[in-house]
């Protein structure tokens, strides 16, 4: 009998709740029979919504939460005081063990708390990071830490690079992934005290593939597979790519309707300029996980729509099944 990966999804976080976020947990159930989802959120707007699908029934369960937390509410007193918002109730199933992990669009403050709080890291490992997949000429890297901790230390730092390699080996898929540390030149003399201390720990760690300094513009090539940093450094990383990413999209549609030749010419190129720009689409990888906790915990985009929801779910299910959390604990 095929074990069922159960899967927390927080129906009221995000912009688009809960009919984006249910729509995609129906895709995800409707696309896979290996994943169960278990919905939280206010039983009446959620079941509303699920009323639209067509899907298997023994793959979706409701639990309800009254209450929700919200995109500009404080972080910690939000976890501490809506204990039955979509959030907390669906951190605390995963904490008991009645689910594998949990998928959430909403407040990233509230989840980052939510994770180490209630869900609790692995012994071991001092700071979980966030690390997202971010798109690049050659596939995919993955941003290490991008938002969970802006005061890193050098051993966290190298945690990141050890839990970053363990992810892009397993659940992506790359063997012996090149780790590069963020720096502001390729020379190891360079960088700030947090560079120039974390540098020598990654050369001696005989677990990473570690190539050396990477600086931001290499980054879109596709240099290294993980990407080090703290998590300020990720955050600019992560929201610099986006902006540009999305002002370039734009100014080229701008130019290819500028005039009557340049549309006949958007005409003959849209199948390969939609395929290439679909490439570089960040949504379709999933969320961002806060690696380094007993159970896994998926952050995404607070606009995210139904496909980015679908994928963080099924991004989920290759997470249990390689492991990662006892790869983890065994190598910290």
């Known amino acids: 009998m095929q074990t069922l990966v159960k899967v927390v999804v927080d ?5 688009n709740a809960p009919a984006e976020v249910v729509k995609g947990a129906v895709d995800a159930v409707n696309a896979r029979k290996d994943i169960k989802v278990i919905l939280t959120g206010q039983k009446p707007l959620v079941e509303r919504e699920l009323q639209k699908y067509t899907f298997p ?3 979706v369960e409701l639990v309800h939460a009254s209450e929700v937390i919200e995109m500009a509410e ?3 007193n939000a976890v501490r005081t809506k204990r039955d918002s979509s959030l907390v109730v669906g951190m605390n199933l995963v904490r008991r063990g009645e689910a594998d992990a949990l998928v959430s669009a909403g407040s990233t403050g509230a989840v980052l708390v939510g994770g180490q709080v209630l869900v609790g890291r692995l012994k071991g490992v001092e700071r979980p990071p966030l690390a997202p997949l971010i798109p690049t000429k050659n596939g995919v890297s993955l941003l290490v830490d991008c938002g969970a901790n802006v005061d890193a230390r050098p051993s966290h730092l190298l945690q990141f690079a050890k839990m970053g390699s363990i992810y892009m080996e397993h659940v992506v898929g790359i063997k012996n992934p090149r780790v590069g540390i963020v720096n502001i030149g390729a020379e190891e003399e360079k960088g700030n005290a947090l560079v120039k201390e974390t540098f020598p720990l990654l050369k001696e760690c005989g677990d990473i593939n570690f190539i050396g300094s990477v600086e931001a513009r290499d980054i879109p090539s596709g240099v290294c597979d993980v990407i080090v ?5 990720g955050n600019v990383i992560l929201k610099l790519y986006e902006g540009v990413a999305s002002t370039l999209i734009g100014k080229v549609k701008e130019g290819l309707m500028s005039d009557l030749r340049s549309k006949v010419g958007a005409l003959l190129i849209k199948p390969a300029l939609k395929t290439t720009l679909k490439s570089f689409d960040s949504s379709k990888y999933g969320g961002a996980p806060l690696l380094g906790l007993k159970g896994l915990v998926v952050k995404t985009h607070g606009s995210s729509k139904a496909g980015e929801i679908k ?4 991004q989920c299910v290759q997470f249990k099944q390689q492991e990662i959390n006892e790869k983890i604990k065994e190598r910290i």
Request: with cysteine; proline share 10%.
């Open 311 to 314: 994928n963080s779910i099924i």
């Open 229 to 233: 940093c703290e998590a300020f450094v």
């Open 57 to 59: 029934k023994e793959q």
């Open 11 to 15: 129906a009221m976080g995000g912009d």
């Open 74 to 76: 404080p972080p910690v």
